[in-house]
């Protein structure tokens, strides 16, 4: 089990339920990040302070632990380190060799080694995410359902409300069965951008 130490940028530690198990994060930024790695793929292993490597920098054996390691659905290995901007600018020149050698040991093993910051994991996709994840077990009206799929299907490049005015239901059941489905996969819509009604839908 992980030790969750007190961050020293924040206390915001804890631990996530996702559909392959647990994931622990000692900052905001971490929980974020596998928030986000969650939503993108929910079958995606996410494996906190997955390995710690050994490597030598003038003749003295140093010892480095990556925050994450990604075992995504299509067969992608990646291990993954959680630093915000500020950090790694501070610290670039004593972060250099321990990034180097976790790259070279990745590559090795046939997976790849990457820096988050805020800057890839903040921004519409995570706020989607936060929005949509909880929808993810609601519970759906069948009916409205197929008509909505039946619209998406019948038309080409649809908008979020000319799929919503293609189905005749109240519109608060219409508008939860939509967000239910975007946040399924069941329909797709760009997540990189605010979902709103001239967002373009579509199948996956």
Known sequence: MRRIPLSRRSHITGFQPLPTGTAEHESALERDFVTLTSFLDPQSAITAQPITIS????????????????????????????????????????FRERFAAMQDWARARGATFRIAT???????????????????????????????????????????????MAVL???????????????????CVDLSLPITPSTIIGLP
């Open 169 to 187: 239901a109240d519109r608060p059941s219409v508008l939860a069965t939509l967000w239910c489905l975007i946040a399924r996969g069941t329909l």
């Open 55 to 94: 490597f030598q920098v003038d003749g003295v054996v140093r010892r480095y632990t990556p925050d994450y390691s990604v075992a995504w659905s299509d067969g992608r290995r990646e291990i993954v380190e959680i630093k915000y901007l500020s950090d790694l600018r501070a610290n670039r020149d004593r």
């Open 118 to 164: 805020e800057r890839e994991i903040r921004g519409c996709a995570l706020e989607n995410a936060k929005r949509l994840l909880p929808l993810r077990t609601a519970v759906v009206d069948p009916d409205i359902t197929q008509a909505m799929l039946s619209a998406v299907r019948g038309s080409v490049a649809p908008t979020v409300a000319e799929v919503m």
